[in-house]
């Protein structure tokens, strides 16, 4: 099995920063990909920003010059600094990874980390 856990997330005042992150760990051979969504109350999870395991990202419109999402390939984890954020980017934000198991290629969720962004 496969375990996503995100940490970093918190409370910020609009502006500020928060930078997360989110460790794979278990059966794991490779990982093709790994990103960022996000879910706030009443409202459907969106892709945030992902990374390829060649280092090709991409960005939701809303986020470009505002968040780099990178990873770190020998720990498995991926990182999503977020600059000059704003009360609209609140939400839950969960990690996702397009990981092989095997020769199998899996999808896996992280529990979620809260990032409120609030004066």
């Known amino acids: 099995q496969v375990q996503l856990v995100e940490s970093g997330g918190g409370l910020v005042q609009p502006g500020g920063s928060l930078r997360l992150s989110c460790a794979a760990s278990?059966?794991?051979?490779?990982?093709?990909?790994m990103g960022w969504y996000r879910q706030a109350p009443g409202k459907e999870r969106e892709l945030v920003a992902i990374?390829?395991?060649?280092?090709?990202?991409n960005y939701r419109n809303s986020v470009k010059g505002r968040f780099t999402i990178s990873r770190d390939k020998a720990k498995n984890t991926v990182y999503l600094q977020m600059n000059s954020l704003k009360p609209e980017d609140t939400a839950v934000y969960y990690c996702?990874?397009?990981?092989?198991?095997?020769?199998?290629?899996?999808?896996?969720w992280g529990q979620g980390t809260q990032v409120t962004v609030s004066s």
């Open positions: 990374i390829t395991s060649g280092g090709f990202t």
């Open positions: 996702n990874a397009d990981v092989v198991v095997g020769l199998v290629g899996n999808n896996y």
């Open positions: 278990g059966s794991i051979r490779s990982i093709n990909a």
